[in-house]
């Protein structure tokens, strides 16, 4: 099985998925074959070619199924064409542009708009992958009251993924992590397994 070095990576088919067809479960929607990426829209497919970013439609039936599984960008168009689909005339183009990228300043706002809290730009920490919030109370950070254990801190992916913990010294060593699989790995074992496809909630 022949594998292609692809204009548009996996990260860019899931942004792109997300933006279009919502951001649950977008990583879900998304498989990878040798030529193409296929998105599960709930009804028909969306095939992308790796080598341009062009994307169509497909049925569900097995002739359109052997453009979804190709083994070369070849094949791919050679069965494209027994589909009654032209490669040389896509629906549109995923272009192959960086993930979605969430900034320090996006969250402070997002915090404003739903949180009474002063202390805002103090709370948020950039962990390098994601962000963590503070939810301690404004009294605990003026130093007049002691730690909240119903106040557990907020991981903000730079995807816009958010997770809300509990509050326990054994997550610790979660939040030191260095990037989004370690963490969720610490996570778990800390007792605390969480959904990766599917956080808490996602920022507007």
């Not at 939810?135 to 730690?147: I, K, N, S, V």
Request: net charge positive.
């Amino acid at each position: 099985m022949t594998t292609l070095a692809a204009v548009v990576t996996r990260e860019n088919v899931v942004a792109w998925a997300a933006r279009n067809y919502g951001p649950r479960h977008a990583e879900q929607r998304v498989s990878e074959y040798p030529a193409a990426f296929v998105i599960d829209t709930g009804g028909v497919a969306i095939v992308i070619r790796k080598l341009s970013g062009g994307y169509w439609q497909v049925g569900d039936d097995p002739v359109s199924r052997s453009v979804c599984v190709a083994e070369n960008d070849r094949a791919l168009r050679r069965a494209m064409k027994i589909a009654g689909l032209d490669p040389a005339r896509p629906r549109g183009t995923i272009g192959a542009e960086p993930p979605p990228h969430v900034s320090r300043e996006r969250v402070v706002s997002w915090l404003a708009a739903r949180k009474r809290w002063r202390h805002l730009d103090d709370r948020v920490t950039d962990l390098g992958w994601a962000y963590l919030v503070n939810t301690q109370p404004d009294d605990y950070l003026d130093g007049r009251c002691g730690l909240s254990h119903r106040a557990g801190p907020l991981v903000v992916a730079k995807n816009g993924a958010v997770w809300a913990l509990p509050w326990s010294p054994e997550t610790v060593p979660a939040l030191a992590a260095r990037d989004e699989p370690t963490f969720h790995r610490l996570m778990f074992a800390a007792g605390h397994r969480l959904n990766r496809n599917d956080p808490d909630e996602w920022l507007p």
